[in-house]
């Protein structure tokens, strides 16, 4: 794209932002830059001063600055670091303080001096947080001030912990977290009641001050702050729009996080664009959106006075752009999700034959199959289909110790009631590892066992509501996952191998699976990761010519109109079987569905989300149904 064709569609963002295929890519780009200005200092025998964040995001960035290290020789030996935030109340050895993650993701593996590592002191007593902060403000101006600053977001617009409220005077002191925050850190704290209420974090002042600010974000939980921050006001409820102000500060994201960004969104709006067949389809759909009309009803003022007349021109009349469009959505909707046997199939989304399908749905948690498509999984099993559904990982980290506990006790009574010494004996080991482990210790492997059993029983249990019999269930228990934490998961070859095994044993017609566009250090981005790496191995086997790839969204969003290629409508029955499915997750009852999104009660988001879809279908002037799943087309292979 030329420079003023960019600069055109670019003309809202209020910050340098830079969009990148993967996070990966981004990364590197910022690892340069980093690794640049530290071989120049090194070279001038002069320190380099780095502002150092937490979270996933910035994960994957201290992977590439540890390969430099440990490949290309990079030395730290000159580098200080100043971290921007810490739980107050947490000790730096404490597993997820951010002293301990800084330790385990970057420090340990680099030849940093440990004197030379700054994380605020979280353990500080209340009558000395105001002074130790002002010590850690005066530590980082003695230092020289910060060269580069690394940040992420979080969904309340917060940069560090300054939650919304936070002005671009505030400096580092103690904060009260919001509980958007303290819900998205339950997972690393084994539930929300666990999170610390407070932290010491750099203000959004100490921030600005940075000579040069890089801010990550990958994933589309992002997309609507980061839109926020680039292209809305300053503002004290979107902290990170105060980035605006920073003479050099670039956001460093990825598609999905950029995908609420106006050039991605209705680029149609800020300048000229490519009338594909894609585009089109995007920009009518949102005109009947923005109208609140039927597509059939849309007239040609509709679309001149909404800034879409050279679509008009190029294309004669609404009436023809409302039809092409009407039918285009028409032919996403079918009953049949593994297509309809010896039927045309020339306007359905899945081919008739062959038929039976060998269907594999791949759950990269044992709840996401029954949440996002667990109407489809039974219709595809009263079809006539050969379906199996592999739960990708065990799950087991999601399993809440109290509900560990009962498992405990029954195993230790059944055990004692039949006289069976080894199962008494076990249930009182399990017993004694959860007593001494504490409420916020890691789980031994017997324990992690005893989880990924209960998860397994509740998935069982739930497919049995789907009229899947327990053959076609598949734990693959995902190597990844048992060795890992949340946020530190990394992925090597017996994951990829464990999925080539499955997929040349099934030879599936069809894959229904999940995990595109969503945070890479999430179970599901790395499911889906595993997934590419297996068709990749399996490129010269048959059956994959022939198999089709349907994505679903995830548990705690959906797919938008534009991108639904396949829309499976449930009658109020099948919407209900569905929910008793979901219901048979009793550990998971309390758990958020996906970080994605809150709802009052998460056991109900499906349902809503399904719900919302045919209301959709509803409002674009095509059928009235209950409730809708619905998946997108994925080409692998593209
Ligand atoms: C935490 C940290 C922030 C981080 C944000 C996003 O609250 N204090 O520095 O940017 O969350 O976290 P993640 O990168 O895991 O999405």
Not at 126 to 138: G, K, N, P
Not at 237 to 247: G, V
Not at 447 to 461: D, P, V, Y
Not at 530 to 543: E, F, H, N
């Amino acid at each position: 794209m030329s420079e003023s064709a960019l600069s055109e569609l670019t003309q809202r963002e209020q910050i340098a932002t830079r969009i990148y295929p993967s996070a990966d890519e981004a990364c590197a780009y910022v690892a340069d830059a980093i690794s640049q200005l530290i071989q120049q200092r090194n070279e001038a025998g002069k320190p380099t001063v780095l502002g150092l964040a937490t979270g996933s995001t910035p994960v994957r960035l201290y992977r590439e600055l540890i390969r430099r290290h440990q490949e290309e020789g990079l030395s730290f030996e000159r580098v200080i670091t100043f971290n921007l935030d810490e739980y107050y109340g947490l000790s730096g050895d404490h597993p997820e303080s951010y002293r301990r993650f800084m330790q385990d993701q970057l420090f340990d593996h680099i030849d940093i001096k440990p004197e030379n590592t700054h994380v605020p002191d979280g353990l500080a007593p209340r009558t000395d947080v105001f002074a130790s902060c002002h010590q850690y403000e005066q530590a980082i101006l003695d230092a020289g001030g910060i060269d580069i600053q690394i940040l992420g977001i979080g969904r309340t617009g917060h940069i560090g912990f300054n939650e919304p409220g936070s002005g671009p005077e505030s400096r580092t002191r103690l904060v009260t977290l919001d509980s958007l925050t303290r819900r998205d850190a339950a997972r690393d704290f084994l539930g929300e009641e666990n999170v610390p209420r407070h932290a010491i974090t750099m203000g959004v002042g100490t921030i600005l001050d940075a000579r040069k600010v890089f801010l990550l974000a990958w994933g589309e939980s992002k997309a609507p702050v980061l839109a926020e921050s680039v292209e809305g006001p300053q503002t004290e409820s979107i902290p990170a729009s105060f980035l605006q102000l920073h003479k050099n500060c670039t956001f460093c994201i990825d598609k999905a996080a950029a995908s609420r960004l106006t050039r991605e969104r209705h680029p149609w709006l800020v300048g000229p664009v490519e009338w594909d067949s894609a585009m089109i389809r995007k920009s009518v759909l949102w005109l009947a959106r923005k109208t609140d009309k039927a597509l059939l009803k849309l007239t040609d003022e509709d679309y001149t006075e909404n800034g879409m007349a050279d679509l008009l021109t190029e294309k004669g009349s609404a009436y023809n752009l409302n039809i092409d469009i009407f039918n285009v959505t028409q032919h996403t909707i079918t009953g049949w999700p593994g297509g309809k046997p010896n039927a045309d199939d020339s306007n359905r989304p899945e081919r008739a034959s062959p038929f039976p399908k060998r269907s594999l749905v791949l759950s990269p948690e044992p709840t996401d199959d029954v949440f996002c498509l667990g109407g489809v999984i039974h219709r595809l099993a009263n079809q006539g289909h050969d379906v199996t559904v592999a739960y990708m990982t065990s799950g087991n980290l999601a399993v809440p110790d109290p509900d560990a506990r009962r498992a405990i006790e029954l195993i230790n009574e059944m055990g004692e009631s039949i006289q069976d010494d080894t199962e008494v004996k076990h249930a009182r080991l399990l017993e004694q590892q959860l007593n001494e482990k504490g409420l916020l210790g890691e789980d031994t492997p017997e324990l992690r066992q005893l989880k990924g059993l209960i998860r397994r029983g509740e998935a069982r249990s739930s497919a049995r509501q789907l009229e899947l019999a327990p053959e076609q269930l598949r734990f693959l228990d995902l190597p990844f996952y048992e060795n890992g934490r949340y946020r530190r998961f990394k992925t090597d070859e017996a994951d990829v191998a464990a999925m080539v095994k499955l997929l040349e044993e099934i030879q599936p017609h069809q894959i229904f699976t999940t995990g595109l566009g969503q945070d890479p250090l999430s179970s599901p981005a790395l499911c889906f990761d595993v997934l590419l790496s297996a068709l990749k191995k399996c490129k010269d086997s048959a059956w994959l010519k022939d198999c089709l790839f349907w994505l679903y969204r995830g548990p705690g969003a959906e797919w938008e109109m534009h991108e639904i290629d396949m829309a499976v409508p449930l009658s109020p029955d099948e919407l209900e079987f569905k929910i008793k499915g979901i219901y048979q997750h009793q550990t998971q009852r309390s758990q958020s569905p996906s970080a994605s999104r809150q709802s009052e009660n998460s056991w109900n988001l499906a349902s809503e989300l399904n719900r919302t879809t045919a209301n959709y279908y509803d409002q674009l002037g095509l059928s009235e149904y209950e409730a809708i799943e619905c998946f997108k087309r994925f080409e692998p292979h593209a």
